[in-house]
């Protein structure tokens, strides 16, 4: 198996909304006396497997644990409780192994701004140790097969597109040619040509280079589209896990069901409902 993910629990505490507590100094005091915090279980219980050579999708709303799932594979985080291995190293026992074996793509992927797009690959290619022939060779591959204009490469970071930058960080994960290839919303926030760019892409990496792809999103369609198996995650909790067109079947009496359809038939609620929930 490339992750075996076992009864992981990741919980963060907060302290409560400053709104809701009298704004005086006596009771700030008591606040902090009593040590009041807020639990959120950002990962509930999971237990999953991936199998080498598989994309999986995790698809749920925002703040329903799939960052935070990708980030402890990643070895970012410790969770509370649980094991996850990767290519059979524990990611809290041997996370240096795991890291030969991943890369991550992110939707605040970090750059050096005022540095151009080349000069940030050409540093992740150091750090990589990739000679620099070989990593300007397959940089421009990877970059055409984005519809990334390469001649734009000697441009500055903060001069490019949204789009543009996110193209860069996946080409920066891809130097290294990883078995596991963690995207995380990969395609938030990028027009619907950059979109598809990028989704045809990870299509073509999982079919041309047997990478396992574990992708997380809030887009039902594009799960749809490039998992083979997809899980819907809910506040910390997966709902379900199986095959686009297995779970397209489970909502009753609809032959043309979405994804969308299943979360909503699932959760009883819609997105919307949720994000405002979190607001209140």
Partial sequence: MAVECENLHKRFYSSPDKKKRKDSARSALVHILRRERKTIHAVDGVSFSVPRGECFGIVGPNGSGKS??????????????????????????????????????????????????????????????????????RVDSIMTQMGFDTSRMDRSLSDLSRGMQQKVAIARALLTSPSLLLLDEPTTGLDPVSKEQVQEFVENVQEQHDATILLTTHDMEEADRVCNRVAVIDQGKFVTLDTPKNLKALVPGDKQASLKDVFFHLTGTTMAQREKEKEE
């Fill in 68 to 137: 935070t799932l990708i980030r402890i594979m990643a070895t970012l985080i410790i969770p509370d409780e649980g094991r996850v291995s990767v290519f059979g190293h524990d990611v809290m026992r041997d996370p240096l192994a795991v890291r030969r074996f991943i890369n991550r793509v992110s939707v605040e992927a970090s750059f050096f701004k005022k540095l151009s797009a080349w000069e940030n690959l050409a540093y992740a290619a150091r750090l990589y140790g990739v000679p620099m022939k070989h990593a300007r060779a």
